[in-house]
């Protein structure tokens, strides 16, 4: 091949790539599988690898993540990112109306475009010729942070717009949008936190805000963030007569659009999808806080002008929030098995959207100080996500005199030890301390880890007061009288528990290494660990660069697992436990599953799994599965009223399988 054909072929390749990532990123509705699409990629991976200077900025290949910045820089928005007025009822929303038509002097109806009001982070990105050039956050609304290197990894940002033979792109255009975390998603990343015993996201706009201001954007590759986009800012070389054209035109751009988005005629008609989304806002994938109305005619807005930073032309009309205000009689420092100290105040307990609460997290110290939270106040509560309750801010008018901020102690509350401040957490670095190791062993024994049935925190807690525990290990040295010794136990009950543990005492490598609570090591890392380096000896001697070689292995848990296998007292732990008689059997192969090679695709809804913990089974014995039926397809696993897919796997000869059937080969049933 010459040099000209191999850019050729990359040039193509991107294109497949591109229009591939459009159908599935933003259409939702792929056209190939998604070992088909590895291999495009890889192929495209393997010429850029060999000739450099044949990466694009518009690459695919781009979409990974870059090296960690020093500092983000900051950027000019070339026009002000304005915020948006509010109404907090219907009545509002007609006000509103009413105030324009006096304001145009008209009696016509104005026609508005409504759209739901995301809640994530509005950010500006730029395109040149059609190219992504730069990217950032709101910030104050005149200059935000250059987050070009994050923006650049989510999959529904093209890199380049897509042009029509109808019409030129813009000399240069800037796209104004929402970034969020889908609630899936966020549900996800909090629960891999909580295995890798780190402090969890508040609500899926602070684990979107969190993700999108790394400085290594290879972490923000990580998280499925999103994008809706929803306005411009400065247009050259193109001219928009109406919001709705905006909104039309970034979909043939290849830009993601809300599919929600409603042209109202007149402002019965708004009011009427805006109740439509209250009733709906709990089935989103997302989550909303209210609907954004904007008047659609381009001229219109222009005469309606801005006021106080906000444009006079559109409104959120928000949706009543599950907030109550209670009293803080107390705040407390929770230590974590990783020894993160956790504000949380404790409340007069209140009823907040049908459930009472009591408690609610103040996050870390920087949320205190931010929220400046102190003991004594009167704050208004929320739960966010419907779940945790937060702490969303002091009614200052009612604070009483003489209190004071609250500081996070810098001994443990618990053992006293030295705490110290890693980022935003207060960590306390007593490996003994009390709490932390009750905490560690409840992990250590728990289903994922050890699985010590009966085993509960109760138990633990004894244990560890009386000094008959001191680590994890000691659970294998401990005899009948020593657990008799424990409230309410009786010889059978005491029997029962030494039964467990000798039970838990043969176990897997991959269990093994996830009991032991190594930072960022949670279940799935833990398992790849197992298969990789097969045995503890092997693992206790690996280095940061062997570590970094493994997928899904970044560079802060290479680091974490070197430097748990430095500190002398785990490796202590771990010859202690072999002393118990822990036994680990062969690590879980990779290879050799029952569906190895096998490709599934899933249609209709199935009764005793959700999607993703079948695609786990199916992953678990070396299976894939892809979202699209075609010709190498083995299985079509059917639910209840199964779409499309079914006709077509029919059509490709592909084999379809009941639930029942699955169940069987898996022998679940
Ligand atoms: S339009 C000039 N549309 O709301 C109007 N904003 O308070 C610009 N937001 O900073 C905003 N969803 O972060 C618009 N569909 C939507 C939105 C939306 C969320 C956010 C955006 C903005 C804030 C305005």
Same mark, same amino acid.
């Given at each position: 091949m010459t040099m000209e054909d191999i850019k050729e072929k990359a040039r193509i390749l991107r294109e497949k790539i591109n229009f591939h990532n459009h159908r599935y990123y933003v259409l939702d509705s792929p056209e190939i599988s998604d070992g088909e699409y590895d291999r495009l990629m890889r192929e495209l991976q393997d010429i850029e690898a060999k000739h450099p200077d044949l990466i694009s900025p518009d690459s695919p290949t781009q979409k990974v993540g870059a090296p960690p910045l020093?500092?983000?820089g900051?950027l ?47 950010v500006e990105l730029i395109y040149e010729g059609g190219l992504f050039k730069v990217g950032s ?9 250059n987050i070009t290197l994050n923006l650049k990894t989510i999959k529904s940002i093209p890199l380049r717009l897509k042009d029509s033979p109808f019409d030129e792109l813009p000399e240069r255009i800037s796209v104004?949008g ?38 290594d954007s290879s972490i923000t590759a990580k998280?499925p963030l999103d994008i809706?986009s929803?306005?411009?800012?400065e247009v050259k070389g193109k ?9 039309q035109t970034f979909k043939d751009y290849g830009l993601k659009v ?86 949380? &105040? ?77 980022? &935003? ?90 009991? *032991? ?13 197992? &298969? ?13 660069n062997?570590?970094m070689e493994v997928d899904e292995?970044g ?42 090679g096998?490709l ?24 894939k599965?892809s979202s699209s039926v075609s010709k190498k397809t083995?299985?079509? *696993? ?14 490709f ?17």
């Open positions: 020093e500092s983000f900051t000019e928005h070339s026009m002000p990112m304005l915020s948006l007025q509010n109404a907090m009822n219907v009545e509002e929303l007609r006000e509103f109306d009413a105030r324009l038509k006096r304001s145009l002097e008209t009696n016509f109806d104005i026609e508005y475009v409504a759209e739901p009001k995301m809640d994530g982070l509005a956050t709101r910030g104050d609304g005149i200059r935000g942070e104004r929402e970034v969020f975390l889908p609630l899936e998603a966020f549900s996800m990343l909090n629960k891999k936190r909580e295995d890798e015993g780190e402090p969890l996201f508040a609500n899926p706009r602070n684990a979107a805000a969190g993700s999108l201001r790394q400085l998280r809706y929803y306005g411009v800012g001219n928009f007569i109406t919001q709705w054209e905006i909104l809300n599919p929600l988005i409603k042209k109202c005629e007149n402002i019965d008609v708004a009011i009427e999808y805006f109740e439509e989304m209250s009733r709906r806002r709990n089935e989103l994938p997302y989550e909303i806080d209210g609907v954004v109305f904007k008047v659609n005619n381009i001229r219109l807005q222009g005469e309606l002008g801005e006021i106080a930073r906000s444009p006079r032309w559109a409104i959120a009309c928000k949706f009543p929030p599950a907030q109550e205000h209670t009293v803080v009689n107390e705040i407390i420092a929770s230590v974590g098995r990783t020894g993160v100290l956790t504000p949380v &105040a404790i409340l007069e307990p209140v009823k907040v959207g049908g459930v009472v609460v009591s408690k609610a997290t103040l996050h870390n110290q920087d949320e205190v100080d931010r929220k400046d939270v102190r003991e004594g106040d009167t704050v208004i509560i929320q739960r966010a996500g419907d779940v945790i309750p937060e702490v969303v801010s002091v009614i200052l008018s009612r604070r009483k005199a003489g209190s004071k901020p609250y500081i996070l102690p810098d001994t443990c509350p618990d053992c006293a030890g030295k705490v110290v401040k890693e980022d &935003a957490f207060h960590r306390c670095l007593n490996s003994s301390c009390p709490t932390r190791l009750k905490e560690s062993i409840r992990h250590f024994a728990g289903k994922n880890g050890m699985n010590i049935d009966g085993l509960g925190f109760k138990h633990i807690e004894q244990m560890v007061d009386k000094c008959l525990i001191k680590d994890p290990a000691d659970l294998y040295h401990l005899t009948i009288e020593d657990i008799l010794t424990l409230d309410r136990f009786a010889e059978k009950s005491a029997q029962n528990i030494i039964d467990s543990i000798n039970k838990s005492r043969n176990t897997t490598l991959a269990r093994l290494i996830y009991s *032991l609570g190594i930072r960022n090591v949670g279940e799935s890392t833990a398992k790849i660990l197992a &298969a990789e380096f097969g045995s503890m000896e092997r693992l206790k001697k690996t280095t940061i062997e570590l292995v560079p802060e848990t290479a680091a974490a697992i070197t430097g748990f296998f430095s500190a002398r007292e785990n490796l202590e732990l771990i010859e202690k436990l072999w002393e118990g008689e822990v036994y680990c059997s062969a690590p879980e192969k990779r290879a050799g599953g029952l569906f190895e096998k599934f695709v899933l249609t209709g809804t199935l009764e005793s799994f959700n999607r993703n913990e079948i695609k786990t089974l199916i992953e678990r014995e070396g299976g599965v083995t299985y079509l *696993l059917a639910g209840e009223g199964p779409g499309s897919k079914y006709e077509k796997a029919l059509k000869g592909v084999d379809i399988l009941s639930e029942a059937e699955l169940k069987k080969m898996l022998s679940l049933d």
